[in-house]
């Protein structure tokens, strides 16, 4: 019999390696688990955990596969660096630890799915299609469970520290002020350590990489206060709320603005509009998210900085992708290919309808000769069937949400 286990074990090892092993089979089913949690709980539900949860996710199926390949019993599980970086995303956040156990669950669920998926399309055998179903169910469960007995470790130890601390008051203060409850001004401002009655400014920064570590977070703070430095005002408010993100607001006593025009490394900033008292400190913030969610959409280079009055009208265009995705599509159709000459036909499109349909202007601003923009417009007209000029408003919407879309559907292959 101990013979037959081990023959069990090497055949279901090789199994498990060959469904669940491959780089791009992790990367997809770490975005189809990402998804299903976020769809089943819904007070999770934003874009600074999503990344977390993805980060998280790929870890663990990753931390897997190579303890099933190396014959690792699942009970020797300890949770990986971005699963424990995740779960103190939670504890910022004030989400419970039931909350967290359930998204690993959910979590499981997915993976199972596209795992017995994947031993169906590798085992003909019907005995063993069976016997490797229930082996690979045993294991995974056993691996959750000691996931989470580690996971309720770093969770309360985690939270002793953050309820101790003064950036949990000011994380709440701030979460409390953005949900709309009702503060005193004044105990807020106390609170926080950052006068309210005045004009604020609200920008987010940012970075894509997933390093994962209090350095990296220090750096995006650093930045943040840099930036309110560079621009001659005051001190910032900045709050780490989880993830490789940091929230800030500057405030003056008259209405002011951020004059920066990038940051460092491969940060990214997003800044709102200027707004008075609370209610201005979170709609400058809604409008800093905004943009934010702008850049990442179009892919915005790293080092930049998007002002959401720049973009107030894409944010506002691509709230809901697949409309803007069909307007695009209805308003260009071949003008919104992404081929370098068709994407350099549509920027000369922009700027002759900014223009008001003059080619001079248009040429002056392009820099290139009068009768290329008249050419241009002709390979224009050809694509879209019709005058631009008919439908200007609709064409210029189309022009500025393009690039969104394009990125999009370039992110979802």
Known sequence: MAVDAQVEDARFQALFARVASDPVWIERVSGEITDAIHLELSEIDDDDLRDGTFASSRSVLILMADMVRLGRPPEEASPPPDAVEYTRQYVRRGVSIETLLRAYHVGHSAFFRNWVAGVHDEVDDPEWLARAVELGAKWTFDYVQALSRGLVSHYTEERERWVRSAAAIRAETVRALLDGEHLDTQLASQRLRYELDRHHVA?????????????????????????????????????????????????????????????????????????????GF??????????????????????????????????????????????????????????????????????????????????????????????????????LGRAPEERVAEVLVALRLAPLTRAQATRER
Request: hydrophobic share 40%; proline share 4%.
């Open 203 to 279: 920008y987010v920064i940012w970075s894509d990489e997933r390093e994962g570590g209090h350095d990296d977070l220090g750096a995006l703070e650093n930045a943040a206060v840099a930036l309110a430095t560079d621009a001659n005002l005051a001190p910032p408010l900045v709050v780490a709320l989880g993830g490789q993100t940091v929230h800030a607001w500057v405030g003056s006593r008259e209405p002011a603005t951020l004059s920066v025009i990038g940051v460092g490394g491969s940060m990214r900033a997003a800044v709102g509009c200027c707004g008075h008292g609370i209610e």
């Open 282 to 383: 979170r709609a400058s913030h809604r409008e800093a998210v905004r943009a934010r969610r702008v850049a990442q959409l179009a892919h915005g280079r790293p080092g930049s900085v998007t002002r959401y009055d720049d973009i107030a009208l894409t944010a506002l265009a691509s709230a809901d992708l697949d409309l803007a995705r069909e307007f695009v599509a209805r308003e260009l159709g071949p003008l919104a290919e992404p081929d370098d000459d068709t994407v350099r036909l549509a920027a000369t499109l922009r700027v002759y309808l900014e223009e008001q349909a003059s080619p001079r202007r248009t040429a002056q601003r392009l820099g290139v000769h009068e009768n290329t923009v008249k050419n241009r417009v002709r390979s224009i007209r050809e694509l």
